[in-house]
């Protein structure tokens, strides 16, 4: 089942210049791009992307680290494309991501984790209408 959903490269992924390497990873599973922007997440928006977790003790961190810089905001395209991201992408804490995921290989935090994919069809619909509101 052709799906879309959203991708998000956060700020540590721009920082330490591995845009071109994760993106590459996800191109070579054979997901397609159908939106992609280089842009700085404005508070309002980090609250509207992450609004299960407004009241979380873990969210102002959180907040101040994906406002803090650019981030490569993304949809992309292929079969169970949320599920295969999600894969591709690895466990949450990259300390504890196993090796051949993107965090697993390049992450070592369980915050600045460099990825952002959504977590079901449901979330990447309201994430997708977040980030690219006039994509069709």
């Not at 052709?2 to 721009?14: F, I």
């Not at 845009?19 to 508070?43: N, Q, S, W, Y």
């Not at 494309?81 to 466990?91: F, K, S």
């Not at 804490?93 to 935090?109: F, M």
Request: cysteine-free; overall charge negative.
């Amino acid at each position: 089942m052709t799906q879309r959903t959203l991708v998000l490269l956060k700020p540590d992924a721009v920082r330490r210049g591995l845009v071109g390497e994760i993106l590459g990873r996800f191109e070579a599973k054979g997901l397609t791009i159908v939106a992609m922007e280089h842009r700085t997440i404005d508070p309002a928006t980090a609250d509207q992307h992450y609004a299960e977790h407004l009241e979380r003790d873990f969210y102002p961190p959180l907040r101040e680290f994906i406002t803090s810089g650019p981030v490569v905001a993304m949809v992309l395209e292929g079969d169970e494309a949320v599920e295969v991201v999600r894969r591709l992408n690895g466990a949450t804490d990259g300390r504890s991501a196993v090796p051949g995921t993107i965090r697993g290989d390049l992450s070592l935090s369980n915050r600045e984790n460099l990825v952002h994919g959504s977590d079901s069809w449901e979330s990447a619909v309201r994430e997708m209408a977040i980030w690219f509101p006039d994509l069709d």
